[in-house]
């Protein structure tokens, strides 16, 4: 009999160093607001920060700052080598945070996204605590420190009013498992590459790429932020090409409403045993298979979610949604 030890997957060189990175002394606490513990990071800016940061983070667009899961998702080891050459919260902060003038003051772990948000934009969008003569440019996913002696746009002159405008406030984060897809379409010659797509507002998370199958399963875990004005989650499927552009195998819409409303509803979860609390229903005009319920399970909100992929010959994916407030 084979030992089961033998087929667990060791960790990377790359996700060693990140792990060593997390453990130093000013790593353990948010980059932004000292929440303890932080389980989230800015690749490019190369800080660790908490939950409710992360959302504020989202929020300033991937060119600024691409935030991901220090446990959840697959880093590159381009990513990697940025935090380590960054060296930590502390190193970060030391540019970011080199002049932090009067009117300003950090956001602690207990204050509203509103704070976060005017702090977190201020500090890495706008550059505003940076030294006169220091503007911090995002290339290639990597940071990199410039001297520059040019006068600052007119952005960075402009009010603090018009500052906040274009912010996106946020209510909590939508955790979406990517379960499988089933009959997906033909778009090489005897099968596909698919790859998933998931767009909430200004978002886009991408899933990766299962080789030649036409009945992938990912089982991957994708999240988004829920704005306080939210749509529809939108799913693409693509098919991976190598040299030419990548072909769409189907689209749909998710309704997000029943699973928020619920969840927003009934408040403190953790005080319910479980349950069924919302519903889509389906209808002619969504992608629905079957009715999806919006369920308490083990103290945390869920709805499963089957779609009949849309202009496309065929394919159906399943998903499964779980609602984060933003102060778990």
């Known amino acids: 009999m084979s030992n089961p030890r033998s087929t667990l997957r060791r960790p990377s060189s790359g996700e060693r160093r990140l792990k060593d990175l997390l453990l130093q002394s000013d790593n353990r606490v948010c980059a932004d607001c000292a929440a303890p513990n ?27 700052s691409k935030v991901l899961s220090v446990t959840l998702d697959e ?30 003051s950090k956001p602690g772990p207990d204050s509203s996204n509103e704070e976060r948000l005017k702090y977190i934009r201020s500090k890495y969008d ?14 290639a996913g990597k940071s990199s420190l410039q001297s520059s002696l040019s006068r600052k746009t007119d952005s960075f002159q402009s009010s ?56 992938p399963i990912w089982n991957e875990e994708l999240m988004l932020s829920v704005p306080q004005r939210f749509g529809p989650l939108k799913l693409q499927v693509f098919d991976r090409d190598t040299f030419s552009a990548d072909d769409i195998m189907g689209e749909a819409e998710v309704d997000i409403q029943p699973i928020v409303t619920s969840a927003m509803a009934f408040g403190d979860i953790e005080m319910f045993g479980d349950m069924q ?16 319920t919006v369920n308490i399970v083990d103290g945390k909100v869920k709805q499963a979610v089957s779609l009949k992929l849309q202009n496309v010959e065929s394919g159906e994916i399943n998903l499964e949604l779980e609602w984060m407030p933003l102060d778990q």
């Open 160 to 215: 603090s009013s018009s500052r906040l405008e274009g912010m996106v406030e946020f209510i909590g984060l939508l955790k979406v498992k990517l379960i499988e897809g089933t009959n997906l379409a033909i778009r090489d010659v005897l099968s596909s590459d698919p790859y998933v797509i998931l767009t909430l507002g200004q978002q886009k998370v991408q899933s990766r790429v299962i080789k030649s199958n036409l009945n």
């Open 277 to 292: 609390i919302g519903k889509w229903l389906k209808s002619y005009d969504n992608a629905l298979m079957e009715d999806s």
């Open 38 to 64: 932080p389980k989230w990071a800015s690749a490019n800016i190369g800080v660790f920060i908490c939950l409710k940061c992360s959302g504020a983070h989202r929020s300033l667009g991937t060119h600024i």
């Open 126 to 139: 706008l550059q505003e605590f940076l030294k006169p003569s220091l503007r911090i440019l995002s290339v």
């Open 75 to 104: 880093w590159s080891e381009d990513e990697i080598e940025a935090m380590v050459d960054v060296g930590g919260n502390a190193s970060a902060n030391a540019i970011y945070e080199a002049f932090i003038p009067e009117g300003f």
